[in-house]
């Protein structure tokens, strides 16, 4: 039997084995999926210890993206476009990088939420990993512009940089206060603190406003931008699953439905 994981820092919350194994079973397919520590700078000697075992498949957290980016023999035209991976598949002796972030996003703000992407203008917070993975395909989808905020300017300036198209920007100072944006979307790390990302209050006044993170770790932000007039509010759980769904697709040939995993862990989650 084959075997699949997800390698990250920490591990032990992942619900990745519960989805893929719910995929599993919803389109019989008997499927093996583990949760493996992987830290800064071990993420090869992990991955060689995983395909010596059988491993033909892998999903790839914080804070490894980048690190499977450049371990990966090639990588797919998305996950060089996001010089970031967070699927890899086993072929021919070699692991091929993907990234299944971005349309794991696009699927759940629009399939799930019913939210229209075109012709919207949209303020990223954030520039990591997180960021990089999500940029082309809103793009992709549409949207008119693209603002970027980031603690740190300089990093901001190297992802609009990076993106090469005339959507994208910085956003003014201070989270663009003045501004007015359809769509908000967070993609910094610090709801793993229970903090918020830099004041940003001017910019929620009805928006639609994303977490890319879920459960406790959204709430704070999704709850300070409810406070500050957001439209209406959603954490990253939809994008989680849907992301989940094209790996499983990459790995299994199928794309699993999603709706019914997504239901049972969200009645989980919410209770928490």
């Known amino acids: 039997m084959s075997l699949y994981a997800v390698f990250g820092h920490p591990i032990d919350h992942s619900l990745s084995p519960r989805i893929h194994e719910a995929f599993g079973a919803l389109t019989g397919r008997l499927v093996h999926y583990e949760r ?6 071990g993420l090869a000697q992990a ?13 790839i957290t914080v804070p490894v993206k980048g690190e499977a980016f450049t371990l990966a023999a090639r990588v797919t035209a998305r996950a060089a476009r996001a010089r970031a991976v967070n699927t ?12 299944t972030d971005g349309i794991g996003l696009v699927r759940d703000l629009t399939v799930n939420h019913g939210w229209s992407l075109p012709d919207r203008r949209v303020l990223l917070i954030g520039a ?20 970027i905020s980031n603690r740190t300017p300089a990093r901001a300036q190297g992802l609009v940089w990076a ?11 201070g989270g663009a206060a003045g501004s007015r944006y359809d769509l908000v979307i967070n993609a910094t790390a610090a709801g793993l603190s229970g903090g918020l990302p830099a004041p940003l209050d001017a910019v929620f006044e009805d928006a639609i406003v994303y977490d890319l993170m879920y459960g406790p770790k959204a709430r704070a932000f999704l709850s300070h931008a409810r406070a500050h007039g957001a439209r209406e509010v959603a954490d990253g759980l939809g994008m989680l699953v849907e992301q989940a769904a094209e790996s499983f697709l990459l790995w299994h040939g199928v794309r699993p439905p999603t709706p019914s995993v997504l ?7 919410d209770a928490r």
Do not use: K, Y
């Open 88 to 99: 890899l598949s086993w072929d021919n002796g070699a692991w091929v990088g993907d990234n």
């Open 128 to 147: 990591g990993g997180a960021a990089q993975g999500i940029v082309g395909p809103l793009l992709d989808a549409g949207i008119a512009i693209l603002a």
């Open 47 to 59: 991955l060689a210890a995983f395909a010596a075992e059988g491993g033909r498949g892998a999903n």
């Open 36 to 41: 493996r520590e992987a830290h800064p700078g």
């Open 263 to 269: 239901e049972r862990l969200r009645t989980e989650v």
């Open 163 to 173: 993106c090469a198209d005339a959507r994208v920007r910085l956003a003014a100072a």
